[in-house]
Nanobody
Framework: QVPLVESGGGSVQAGGSLKLSCTAS????????MGWFRQRPGQEREAVAT????????YYADSAKGRFTITEDNAENTLYLQMDGLKPEDTGVYYC???????????????????WGQGAQVTVSA
C-alpha cells in the first residue's frame, strides 16, 4: 500500500480556493504527525502546516496563517489543506508528509518527516 496519496491540486486565479487531500495508509496515519510542505519555483521545500493527529496544537507558516487550514479525518485516514485567498506566490508543488510523533506538537522540520507523498501542483495566476 502506498503510504501517502495526494489529490486536489490544480490551477486557480488569485483570490480563489483549493483543497488538497492526502490519504495515508493505516500504519502511516497512526504515526501521529502529518503535515503539508511546498516547494515554490527556485526555492527550497518549506513547511506550510503540520498537525498532531487528535491534537489541537498545529503549526502554520506565517505565509499560511489566516488563509490555510489543516484538518484531519480519522475515519478516512485523510489529511486536508484548505487554501483560501490564494496568491500567485503560493504557486508550487505541495507535498503531504508524515512522521512518528510522541508529543502533542509536530513542528516544522522537514528533515524529521519520513514519509512523503508524490506532490500536487498548485498554480495561482494573477
Amino acid at each position: 500500500q502506498v503510504p501517502l496519496v495526494e489529490s486536489g491540486g490544480g490551477s486557480v486565479q488569485a483570490g480563489g480556493s483549493l483543497k488538497l487531500s492526502c490519504t495515508a495508509s493505516e500504519y502511516v496515519y497512526r504515526l501521529n504527525c502529518m503535515g503539508w510542505f511546498r516547494q515554490r519555483p527556485g526555492q527550497e521545500r518549506e513547511a506550510v502546516a503540520t498537525i498532531y493527529i487528535g491534537g489541537i496544537r498545529n503549526y502554520y507558516a506565517d505565509s499560511a496563517k489566516g488563509r490555510f487550514t489543516i484538518t484531519e479525518d480519522n475515519a478516512e485516514n485523510t489529511l486536508y489543506l484548505q487554501m483560501d485567498g490564494l496568491k500567485p506566490e503560493d504557486t508550487g508543488v505541495y507535498y503531504c508528509a508524515a512522521r512518528y510523533g510522541d508529543s502533542s506538537y509536530c513542528g516544522h522540520s522537514e528533515s524529521s518527516f519520513s514519509y512523503w507523498g508524490q506532490g500536487a501542483q498548485v498554480t495561482v495566476s494573477a
